[in-house]
Structure formats: C-alpha cells, structure tokens
C-alpha cells in the first residue's frame, strides 16, 4: 500500500464539474489500495479576484489581512473536494494549513515552511480517509495564517510528502509534464520522461513555469520522487528525480526563456574596494532580487556596473539607484525593460565542451545580439532584445536537436 501525495492546480479544480472529475480520479487511486493526501489550489482566477477586492479596500494591503483574505480561496475548494468524495461514496476530511499545522515563519505573503506536524493526518489516513489539505497556507507560532506566495501549493505538497515520507508526489497542472521548451512557442517540442533535480530547479529558476524553485528544492532536499502530469489525461508524464536515478543525461535538457526582468546600468563609478556592496546592500534592503551581474573596467580607475532585478521591481530599482549613484557621483543610471534572459539546461554539460560555443554561435548566425552572458555548469543564459525571443529558442532547440535524445557521443 502507496502514501501519495497528489496536488491539482487551479485550472484542474476551476468549477464544481471539474472537482468532481478530480474527486473520481482520487477515488480511483485510494479504491486501488492507495493511501491518499490531496493538496489543492484556489478555483482558477480566484486568488486574482480576492487580491483585486484587497487593493479596492487599500492602495497597498496589509500583509496580515492579505494573507487571511487570500487563503479562503483554498478552503473552498477543499472543502468541496471531501463533499465530492463523498456523495461518490468515499470518504475525505479537509484539513487547513493551520488544522494540519503547517508552522511557517512570519513572512506575510511569502511565508516559508519551518516544520509539519503530521500526527493529524496520519490519523485520519490511519482511519482510511482521503486527506485533503489546503495548498498555499500554514500558521505562525503566534496564530496568524500566512500564505507561500505563487506556486505556493506545490511547495505545500511536496512538504507534506516529505514529513511524512510518501513513496511519491504527484503535481497535477494543465500541460502533460515538463518540455524541452515551450510548445506554445516551438512545435518541435519535446515532453522528457526524466530531469534531475537540479535541471528542473535551473528551469524553474530561469522562467519554466509547471514548478515551483521551492518546491523542486525541499524534493531535492529530502530526496522526493515527484510526477508531473496531466489532469485531463492518464499519461505518463515527466519524473523529477536524483541524478543516480537517470541511466544516461543528455547534453542539453530544455531550453527556457523569462521576460520578466529588466537591466540597469550604473555607469562609471569608482573602481574601488566597498562600491559594489553600496550599490547591492539598498537593493537588497529593498526586498529586490538581483540575478546577473557584470562589470567593465574604463580607463581611469572607474567601472560600469550592469545587472537584471525583476521588471515589477524595476521602478523601486531605479528610485534606489539614482540616489546611490548621486553619492557616488557616477555618470548615470540607465536601465530597459524590454529584455528577455534565454537559457539552456542539462547537467551532461558538466563533462562536455563546447556547449556555450555552439549557443554563441547560433545566436550569431541569427543576428541576434547578447547583451550580459552567465555560465554555470548546467546552464548558460544570454540576455537579448525581448523582440528575438521566440526566434532565439526555436533556433537553440534546432541546434541541440531537443526533439530528439541528444546524448552525448562515445568518442572513438
């Protein structure tokens, strides 16, 4: 007998038709043998409306108050879920973050999991209910609900497959598992049956969007098999695992691509020991993330400093910025939104020359130019105009012939 963990997303329980689907499909598995936990999201848009109604009330909400605003999304769907379960003969229990004590910090809105105390719901598993519980939320130690921020649902999932040693977590969206790129932009894309651990967390980090950074991290950590599949189908669809567990890796797994950051430049400032900690300690007080970061050295004993913070925190960027390069006394503070970051992925680049090469020079024979370049041993990322995006990934797909396995060759 199975501990499995399954979460459906928003699309998968986006009205009362649809959860009930989700409840036979449930049902389906627990009447197998399964013991059964299912994490579920808001209904598809809900988490919006809620955060709309909250900005109606106040300019910029409270974060507490969000956070008990925005987690009622959760607990309606749950709670329909275990009626679904029901009516079709089984038996369910919906459980809240703070039912189930999911111990969190005090991060408001982007709380994250400190501990899980799973006595609760092994009691009920124990007793042969379907367990489902809230995705998204927990409690601090002094009683306030907290959300996970986006994607927070299968982080919640792949904690309580952890705390309470599942034999696998099952992560239901809309798409058939994890691509080679993105279909909706290269039709020659591919769905991968296996990914490493750290080839998922690179595309998540880097802009794929079917899991969440967080969650692939705590599975990496405490070493969770995850599935990621289709609600509308029962196909295979792509396993994150350990490295040990993938017989061969290929060169490059995916590609994956984010417009979703801006680059700034603050020019020409004093190429001295202590400057780049007074221009990245304000942004970092700030809350702002900074990703890529390069630096060139002028004549004169000054230096240009360029580096990408997400666009939705481009404005605050700038406004810190400018009163830094202001005491400072650097030239000026120039910056553009209308950049994409495009990446490949695939831990077979560790033992293999010649990958960022090839990318360089496909980039080059499509006329596109690369504004910042970042390496690591799994990965190469290349800052360009947003406008070659689509171009950029269906020629990088092409090259590394992602519709194919491109593993590596046995030299002679």
Known sequence: MALIVQKFGGTSVGSIEKIKAVASRVLESHRAGNRMIVVLSAMSGETDRLIGMAHEMQHIPDPRELDALVSTGEQV???????????????????????????????????????????????FLDQGKIVTVAGFQGVTDSGDITTLG???????????????????????????????????????????????????????????????????????????????RSTFTHTVG????????????????????????????IKKVP????????????????????????????????????????KDDYARAMEILNKVAKELHAESVTGDQDIAKVSIVGVGMRNYAGIASTMFQIMSKEGINMMMVTTSEIKVSAVIAAKYTELAVRALHDAFALDKDNLPQEED
């Not at 004590?101 to 006595?119: E, F, G």
């Not at 792949?158 to 279909?183: H, N, R």
């Not at 490295?243 to 490059?252: D, F, Q, T």
């Not at 809350?287 to 060139?296: A, S």
């Open 150 to 228: 986006r994607g927070g649902s299968d982080t919640t999932a792949v904690a309580l497959a952890a705390a309470l040693k599942a034999d696998a977590c099952e992560i239901f969206t809309d798409v058939e598992g994890v691509f080679t790129t993105d279909p909706g932009i290269c039709d020659k894309a591919r769905k991968i049956d296996f990914i490493s651990y750290d080839e998922m967390l690179e595309l998540a980090s880097l802009g794929a969007k079917v899991l969440d950074i967080r969650a692939v991290s705590m599975a990496k950590r405490f070493k969770v098999p995850v599935h990621v």
């Open 77 to 123: 769907t749950v709670s329909l879920f275990a009626m679904a379960v029901k009516a079709a003969g089984g038996d369910a229990v919906s459980l809240l973050g703070d039912q189930v004590a999911i111990h969190t910090d005090q991060m408001h809105t982007r709380a994250r999991i400190d501990s899980i105390d799973a006595a609760r719901i092994q009691h």
């Open 238 to 265: 792509t396993w994150v695992v350990g490295e040990e567990k993938i017989m061969e890796s290929m060169l490059v797994s995916g590609i994956t691509y984010s417009k979703k950051e801006a680059r700034i430049t």
């Open 271 to 310: 190429d001295q020991p202590g400057i780049a900690a007074k221009i990245f300690l304000p942004i970092s007080d700030a809350g702002i993330l900074v990703d890529m970061i390069i630096q060139n050295a002028h004549d004169g004993g000054f230096t240009d400093m360029t580096f990408t913070v997400p």
